[in-house]
């Protein structure tokens, strides 16, 4: 039983954290995506689709979860953002640190062996037009499965 509180008892705490970094912002969408059993497949898209309802810019965050695991200091993260109508508006790589390279200290927030960290995507994105856009986050590591990574998000705000 005293296991259970161990596991419990963290998993509380960042959820209470998320609710109350939630609170009061300017977000208008916010979505995570579990992995299962902790492990990013190289071939496991992570899609999201975004409902704008006015045309304007708009910054794009992606967000991670995960845990001293992870065998790496960095991630390469690859992106897509398609307009409504399926074109391609925006397709880069990105390199990001979850740990010191040198020391092995996580980066992110977190308790126990849970971090979580949030990176910049696109900042003042236009979106163009009404309708559903969508967001692809694949891992682009070396390994086909990424141990470590519990959630991966998405975050649009004003």
């Known amino acids: 039983m005293q296991f259970q509180k161990k596991i419990i008892f963290p998993s509380l705490i960042l959820s209470l954290l998320f ?8 977000n208008i969408y916010e979505n995570h995506n579990e992995l299962e059993n ?35 200091c960095n991630a390469y993260i690859q992106y897509k953002i398609h307009s409504p109508k399926g074109k391609i508006l925006s397709q880069k790589m990105k390199l990001d640190t979850l740990f010191d390279c ?10 126990g062996t849970i971090y979580n960290k949030e ?11 009404k309708g559903i856009y969508k ?13 470590g990574i519990q959630t991966v998000g998405i975050r649009i705000t004003n």
């Open 135 to 147: 967001i692809e986050l694949k891992q682009m590591m070396r390994k086909d499965s990424l141990e």
């Open 38 to 72: 902790g492990v990013w497949q190289k071939d496991s898209l992570q899609l999201f689709e975004v409902k704008i309802d006015k045309p304007i810019n708009h910054s794009i965050f992606y967000h991670l979860r995960y845990t001293s695991d992870y065998d790496y």
């Open 119 to 129: 990176f910049p995507l696109e900042q003042k994105f236009d979106f163009t037009e």
């Open 19 to 26: 609710l109350l970094v939630s609170c009061g912002n300017n």
């Open 102 to 111: 040198r020391t092995g200290k996580p980066l992110g927030e977190g308790f």
